[in-house]
Each structure stands twice: as structure tokens, then as C-alpha cells.
């Protein structure tokens, strides 16, 4: 499990679990990449989850947080921001 940073309270009243990582991939003419946390685990993410800055402006190896949110296939990040 990823090692979190916090809890933000959301808009409807939750609690969204707080991530760290690096990302380890972009694929970038395919919109989407991959973030490696800081306990090992790999997070898939898509373009449209990037919400600080711009996709094309993340780059492998730099350090981001990011929401960690259920999906059918696997881990996945949303609302990922730079840490930088």
C-alpha cells in the first residue's frame, strides 16, 4: 500500500487517501503513464488525472502526489500534482 501523506476532505463530505511517488513512465503520444510510490506499488494514471500543470509538462523521475482512487483493472492515481 502506498505511503501516505494525509487525508483531504472532499467536496461530498469524504476523505480521499494522500500518495507520494515518482513517475516511472510516460507514454505520452498515448496520453497516460505510470507512478511508482514511495512503498514500491505502481499507480496507472491518464492524462486527464493531471491536475497542476500540464501532462506534457511531467517528466520521468519526477516526484509527485497523487489521490489514490478504485478502479476495475488495478491501482489507479488521480488528481496528481508536483511535488517540485
Same mark, same amino acid.
Given at each position: 500500500?502506498?505511503?501516505?501523506?494525509? @487525508?483531504? &476532505?472532499? =467536496?461530498? $463530505?469524504?476523505?480521499?487517501?494522500?500518495?507520494? *511517488?515518482?513517475?516511472?513512465?510516460?507514454?505520452?503520444?498515448?496520453?497516460?503513464?505510470?507512478?511508482?510510490?514511495?512503498?514500491?506499488?505502481?499507480?496507472?494514471?491518464? @492524462?486527464? &488525472?493531471? =491536475?497542476? $500543470?500540464?501532462?506534457?509538462?511531467?517528466?520521468? *523521475?519526477?516526484?509527485?502526489?497523487?489521490?489514490?482512487?478504485?478502479?476495475?483493472?488495478?491501482?489507479?492515481?488521480?488528481?496528481?500534482?508536483?511535488?517540485?
Amino acid at each position: 500500500m502506498a505511503r501516505l501523506q494525509g @487525508r483531504l &476532505a472532499t =467536496t461530498r $463530505g469524504g476523505y480521499v487517501d494522500v500518495a507520494n *511517488g515518482t513517475i516511472k513512465r510516460i507514454v505520452r503520444d498515448r496520453g497516460f503513464g505510470f507512478i511508482r510510490d514511495d512503498g514500491g506499488q505502481e499507480w496507472f494514471f491518464h @492524462r486527464s &488525472a493531471v =491536475t497542476a $500543470g500540464a501532462f506534457e509538462e511531467l517528466n520521468e *523521475g519526477q516526484r509527485v502526489s497523487f489521490d489514490e482512487e478504485p478502479s476495475a483493472k488495478g491501482p489507479r492515481a488521480g488528481n496528481i500534482r508536483s511535488e517540485a
